[in-house]
């Protein structure tokens, strides 16, 4: 009976200790002068992440379906394809022991706008609520958009056919 009565105790300790979920979304789009198809033919590969965001990526496990796995960054980080259409694919990130879950998520998409133009659109979702105070939640989602921002423009240029 005691030990019932302390894990209750420490149950609720510990839901008065933890962080709200604070889920924030980055949309990001760039425009490209190519239709959508031989758009995502140049940066739509799971692992073209590794060209557009200058990044290590290899393929653990799958084979490019849903529930492919890619590691990033030399293994730190893994991502796990959690959808995928002809023209876009999302992923997350699983939980890693005796780090914070921020349930973290990706979505990139080559939209057709025309018979000869399309979009890169990608989305970020994650849990800022580990972080200490709005303005360090805001600092975080501001380098977010800046890392991605700049791997659009590089897509965008290997779509269209530019080194940059």
């Known amino acids: ?26 949309h990001m789009e760039i425009e490209v002068n190519r239709p959508a198809a031989e758009v995502w033919a140049k940066v739509g590969g799971y692992c073209d992440i590794s060209q557009w ?7 653990v496990s799958g084979d490019g379906d849903v529930g492919t796995v890619r590691a990033l960054a030399g293994d730190k980080v893994r991502e796990i394809l959690v959808g995928r259409t002809a ?8 939980v890693r022991e005796g780090q914070f879950y921020d349930l973290y998520h ?12 399309s979009k890169i659109l990608y989305t970020l979702m994650m849990d ?4 200490a105070d ?6 975080d989602l501001a380098h977010r958009r800046t890392v991605f921002e700049t791997a659009l423009k590089k897509m965008k240029a290997m779509a269209e056919g530019e080194s940059k």
Do not use: W
Request: charged content about 20%; overall charge positive.
């Open 128 to 131: 800022e609520s580990n972080k």
């Open 87 to 94: 023209l876009s694919y999302g992923y997350t990130q699983p």
């Open 106 to 117: 990706g979505f990139m998409e080559a939209r057709p706008v025309t018979g000869k133009t």
């Open 1 to 26: 009976m005691k030990h019932h009565l302390l894990l209750g105790a420490l149950a609720v300790a510990a839901q008065a200790h933890a962080a709200q979920p604070d889920y924030r979304t980055i």
């Open 53 to 59: 965001l200058s990044v290590d990526c290899k393929i």
């Open 134 to 139: 709005e303005a360090a939640k805001e600092a």
